[in-house]
């Protein structure tokens, strides 16, 4: 008996469904696993994960909430890894993004909220674009691996945040806590809904960003020039040189726009969820984002629905925390754990394996003899 | 500065380069053999709670640091698993691997938060330790740092010298003609990931058996990322990692010596040092390449590409 293996000719179908159900399982069952090391109930805590996030109405709310950040930096992540760019920095970028928000809202708070909105996302993405920007000129200019510069820019901005927060920004009336200020009301992402009159929970306007950034996101792959020149240049650096294709023009792109929408991100949760900046915006959506892009292989609508998932996963951590007393890097072992999965059971999507009986080598021979 | 402080500060260098110094010789084993391994930092965060617990169990500080590397092979026994039996993406299976690994190290360490060790103690090397100036920065540390001073020649050896070394490069290199060659390039690769593992897991068990006697959380913090950033700067040469995790040692040392006197200086802007010195490494080490035209052969060819299955 030998493994043969074969690359597909066509895709597989329903069939890629079951290899995702499949690779999940297998990580939700090496989670159960290591509850049960930790000496909790293992599948009580499954359910419990699983009640917590998807079980009432405003853990689904919680969810979405969670989501908007995460579909915005999986998005920005997802386009740089279309042409092989390995930005891992969205984490930086969020902070650059809160940063530069929080300046504007600081430093203007007499404008009218039609002003000061815009000029805050307008310096939140200028400062993740350029944060974003900084390993792509270094890749392109000297051959630096953008991986490891952009990771290392994550911790940089995480401490750049830090360090104004706990210094030059700290709200004096904040007791020592290392906060600024509140926002003015102006510079403050409204609740959905008292607007529209329904019981949203902590659903904001910043939602809208989304469908934008998304919509966006499809057109620009999809219908433009560049988007197929992008598309191309997947195929790596050698490649779309020989084929003429701007491709440093391109890593500068998707390094900008990918850190522009970290940034957004970053602007969004300090001025809708926080309301300040304080160190606590940064809860690993960058890191959650490149493990969306890469489970929804890149892929607008899946992103938008892993997004979702995982941001409900999220919540359901935080209910199993609760209740169980379980440490919250239990989420993140979820995450790794299902990354490693899928990347593992992508392998059948592009693969065949069958089972063959290997033929007694004597009557192989005599069969060649015959022939 | 007088000189007992210099002496001080040159220690504590070499106590902050040796965990690092494993974790760079483990990926440069790991990339030798041509896989891309991304997640040392995942690979430290978990072997420093192997080898912490175990040592904490057993109360054997040897037995914790073979359970730091052997928990380290392990885990990047995964990475290999994952790279090639199922051909997944090097980049994204480490990232993954780094995420599972930190968190892991998290979420069994939690409870264990606080509580100390016995770990490794310095102790003095006879006769050596007199020497002037070398004796003090060099022998007397612990055991795990004189550990490390075998580690670059034993890597050095192991590539340079040996029909195995042979093999793992041409693997790193040309998995075909290395496959043409007789060898198994499949077999040598998951040895090169899963010693490098080992040599990673060793960086790990340093920073909770050694360099802490105390578990806490986010011990690694960054020293992996900064092993695999170390690999190109030394051009994929032992005896240079050793100079580029003295560096690191240093600026660690130096920033925590900083910290202790109380400066003016806010402690974010110092944390940032060993992170900002990473990237102007890189700079270095990539404007360097270019300018010797070196860059393309000093990596191995076949990084980060996997072995497609015939047929």
């Not at chain 1, 490693?340 to 033929?359: D, E, N, W």
């Not at chain 2, 500065?1 to 002496?7: A, F, G, N, Q, R």
């Not at chain 2, 106590?15 to 110094?21: C, K, Y």
Request: proline share 5%; charged share 10%.
């Amino acid at each position: 008996m030998i493994l043969k293996i074969r690359k597909r000719e066509e895709s597989l179908g329903w069939g890629v469904l079951v290899v995702y159900l499949g690779a999940l399982a297998l990580a939700l069952a090496v989670c159960a696993i290591l509850l049960a090391l930790a000496g909790k109930p293992a599948l009580e805590g499954l359910v419990i994960l699983f009640r917590g996030a998807f079980g009432q109405s405003y853990s689904l709310l919680d969810a979405l909430v969670k989501a908007i950040p995460i579909f915005l930096c999986a998005l920005g992540v997802a386009l740089s890894f279309r042409m092989q760019i390995w930005n891992i920095g969205a984490e930086g970028q969020f902070a650059l993004g809160a940063v530069g928000a929080t300046f504007v809202a600081l430093s203007f708070p007499g404008l009218p909220a039609l002003a000061l909105m815009p000029l805050m996302f307008l310096a939140a993405m200028l400062a993740g674009g350029a944060w974003g920007l900084i390993p792509a000129v270094l890749r392109l200019r000297l051959g630096v691996s953008e991986i490891i510069s952009s990771l290392m820019l994550n911790y940089i901005g995480i401490l750049v945040l830090e360090y104004l927060v706990f210094g030059a920004w700290k709200d004096p009336a904040s007791f020592g806590f290392p906060m600024t200020a509140e926002f003015v009301p102006a510079g403050q992402i409204a609740h959905m809904g008292p607007t529209l009159g329904l019981s949203l929970g902590k659903l904001h306007w910043g939602l809208l960003a989304c469908p934008l950034a998304g919509v966006a996101y499809s057109v620009f792959l999809s219908r433009t020039r560049l988007g197929f020149e992008l598309a191309a240049c997947g195929e790596g650096e050698r490649v779309a040189r020989y084929a003429q294709l701007p491709y440093g023009f391109l890593v500068l792109l998707v390094m900008g726009l990918g850190g522009g929408l970290a940034g957004l991100a970053g602007c969004i949760e300090s001025s809708a969820t926080l309301g300040r900046l304080q160190p606590t915006v940064m809860a690993g959506y960058g890191y959650t984002a490149i493990v969306v892009a890469w489970l929804a292989r890149l892929k607008p609508w899946p992103i938008a629905f892993t997004s979702f998932l995982l941001a409900a996963l999220r919540v359901g951590v935080e209910v199993l925390q609760l209740e169980l007393q379980i440490p919250a890097a239990f989420g993140q072992i979820m995450e790794g754990a299902i990354l490693l999965c899928v990347i593992a059971g992508q392998f059948f999507l592009s693969y065949s394996v069958t089972l063959k009986r290997s033929r007694p080598v004597a009557a192989a021979a005599s069969k060649g003899e015959r022939a | 500065m007088s000189p007992e402080l210099i002496i001080a500060l040159l220690a504590a260098a070499v106590q902050g380069a040796a965990p690092i110094l494993f974790a760079t010789l483990g990926e440069m084993l790991s990339e030798k053999a041509g896989v891309l391994n991304l997640g040392v930092e995942g690979v430290m965060a978990l072997s420093a709670f192997a080898a912490f617990i175990v040592c904490h169990l057993t109360g054997s500080a040897v037995l914790g640091l073979f359970a730091g590397g052997f928990a380290g092979a392990l885990l990047c026994g995964l990475h290999a698993l994952v790279c090639q039996v199922f051909l997944g993406n090097q980049v994204v299976s480490g990232l993954a691997l780094t995420i599972f690994g930190v968190g892991l190290s998290d979420f069994l360490g939690t409870p264990y938060v606080g509580v100390g060790t016995e770990g490794f103690r310095q102790f003095a090397v006879p006769l050596l330790s007199h020497l002037p100036m070398l004796g003090p920065v060099l022998f007397r540390q612990d055991a795990m740092v004189y550990l490390v001073y075998c580690a670059p020649v034993a890597v050095w050896f192991l590539l340079n010298r040996t029909s195995l070394g042979l093999g793992l490069r041409a693997t790193g290199e040309m998995p075909a003609a290395a496959a043409a060659a007789g060898l198994n390039p499949q077999r040598l690769r998951a040895f090169g990931v899963m010693a490098g593992g080992f040599l990673c897991g060793l960086g790990g068990a340093y920073l909770s058996l050694a360099h802490t006697h105390l578990w806490s959380t986010g011990l690694s913090g960054g020293r992996g990322w900064v092993a695999v950033a170390l690999v190109i700067f030394a051009f994929w040469r032992p005896g240079r990692a050793v100079i580029g995790a003295l560096l690191f040692g240093g600026v660690m040392a130096f920033q925590l010596r900083l910290q202790a006197e109380g400066t003016n200086v806010p402690s974010s802007l110092l944390l940032m040092l060993p992170y900002a010195l990473t990237v102007i490494v890189l700079v270095f080490s990539a404007a360097r390449a270019k300018y010797l035209k070196t860059g393309h052969s000093a990596a191995p060819a076949a990084l980060g590409v996997n072995i497609e299955p015939e047929g």
